[in-house]
């Protein structure tokens, strides 16, 4: 019988144990490989989670940005009117990217009988188309003459384009009428009654600044009243509009603008239109605003000036104008404007005065002294109609030695309307205006006019 040895005996549980160490080895080797299997696992399917959420998200927003767009069409397809709209682009195609373009204007038509005392006043001037004082005839046979005239000429229209550049608000505008006068042979009453556009305003603004044309700012448009004819009073307003840098800051405003002469000749009439001035005109403007209305102060420096081959002849003008609005509770206010000074003339009631007048060399310039206003009523009866009554005078100091006798010393008016508005926008008015001019030498004239007119502003 063969006996294992020792060594024989030993193998087997050397193997065991051997194999008993290391099953927890390979055991624990294989837990840790699965382990990161199963969170490399995990972190795919969180990704793959987290991608298809944000292209839910995703196809969620196109449906919601294609659906808006669909409303859009639609609506521009068929509006609430029933209208089509004129386009679905830009209209500032050219422009800055957030500009807003705008416009409106007014169709008026006008039609007046005028009657005058001293002469007729000349067909197709201006003063047939609008109360003109410096056209009164004075000095004619003491019989009477009566007109009637019709026209559109008024009728205006504006463009405008706002924007908002870097935090700077910018505005660029550009006003149009008809009062340009004919445009061709056929331009008559006669026939097509044509007419050509007039420039009006065209200015831009960028903050505080303004560069171009438009209202002086010795003028003060706030307060002119609410009048059927072109203007109204006239000979009492400052009434300019003209190329001008001006730069405003709350209430002050201040202004260099076009530095043109009108001068009359030694013992003359004739007026001399003379744009040799070196010093642009410098005028200043303080506002006050408030519910109860507002009130204005300007005034005005410059330079007088005609060259000609022979001689350099030069002035100095000045001059100040008060002006406002006062409400009286809520069916009345009164408008005004008081203005003064020498050298200005050109600033009031369209040239009605010359701003000076030359010496018998025609080497200096005697400036034409001014004081000129007018104030006004109105009273809104009912929503519908409202009424204007105003009174407006203007004087000159001539100094007859230089200007002779036939220069006007005096003009005055007096108006008096009712405007009906049967439904917004739409205006009927009728005014009735009596207007008187002298001259120097004592002659006079007087007009008498019904001025009628239907306004429709868009």
Do not use: C
Not at 117 to 130: K, L
Not at 378 to 386: A, G, M, Q, S, W
């Amino acid at each position: 019988m063969h006996t294992p040895t020792t060594t024989g005996r030993r193998a087997p549980l050397a193997i065991a144990l051997f194999v008993a160490l290391l099953a927890p080895g390979l055991a624990f080797a294989q837990s840790a490989k699965e382990q990161e299997l199963e969170a490399r696992i995990a972190q795919l399917e969180a990704q793959v989670q987290a991608l298809i959420g944000a292209q839910q998200q995703q196809q969620a927003t196109i449906v919601d940005t294609r659906a808006q767009l669909d409303q859009v069409k639609v609506a521009q397809a068929a509006p609430a009117d029933g209208k089509p709209h004129i386009q679905s682009t830009p209209i500032l195609s050219a422009g800055n990217p957030d500009g807003r373009f705008s416009y409106g204007g007014f169709i008026k038509v006008d039609a007046m009988v005028t009657g005058t005392n001293a002469g007729e006043i000349a067909d197709g001037s201006a003063g047939r188309m609008f109360y003109l004082p410096s056209a009164i005839p004075v000095g004619g046979a003491d019989e009477s003459h009566v007109d009637t005239d019709t026209h559109a000429q008024f009728s205006r229209f504006w463009f405008a384009a706002d924007g908002d550049m870097q935090g700077h608000k910018t505005r660029a505008y550009l006003e149009f009428d008809l009062f340009g006068g004919g445009s061709n042979q056929l331009g008559n009453e006669a026939a097509t009654n044509t007419h050509a556009l007039t420039l009006r305003q065209a200015y831009v603004t960028w903050d505080k600044w303004l560069a171009g044309q438009t209202w002086s700012n010795f003028q003060d448009v706030a307060a002119l009243p609410d009048a059927v004819d072109f203007v109204g009073p006239t000979e009492g307003t400052t009434f300019v509009r003209q190329a001008q840098l001006r730069y405003t800051s709350g209430p002050f405003s201040v202004a260099l603008e076009n530095p043109q002469t009108v001068l009359t000749g030694y013992r003359s009439t004739t007026r001399i239109n003379s744009d040799d001035g070196g010093m642009p005109d410098i005028t200043a403007r303080w506002t006050q605003k408030g519910d109860w209305g507002h009130v204005s102060i300007a005034g005005l420096a410059r330079q007088l000036r005609h060259d000609t081959a022979a001689t350099s002849a030069s002035g100095s003008g000045f001059g100040v104008s008060v002006s406002g609005k006062y409400n009286i509770g809520t069916h009345d206010d009164i408008r005004y404007m008081l203005t003064g000074g020498q050298g200005i003339g050109r600033y009031v009631g369209f040239a009605l005065g010359a701003d000076g007048a030359l010496d018998a060399t025609g080497a200096d310039i005697d400036g034409t002294g001014v004081l000129a206003g007018f104030v006004a009523w109105r009273h809104v009866f009912d929503p519908k109609l409202r009424g204007n009554l105003m009174v407006s005078r203007a004087q000159f100091d001539n100094d007859t030695d230089w200007t002779g006798f036939g220069v006007t010393e005096s003009a005055q008016s007096i108006h008096a309307n009712l405007i009906y508005s049967p439904f917004p926008k739409l205006d009927i008015g009728a005014e009735l205006i009596w207007g008187n001019r002298e001259v120097e030498s004592g002659a006079d004239g007087d007009l008498r006019r019904l001025h009628t007119s239907v306004k429709y502003s868009f």
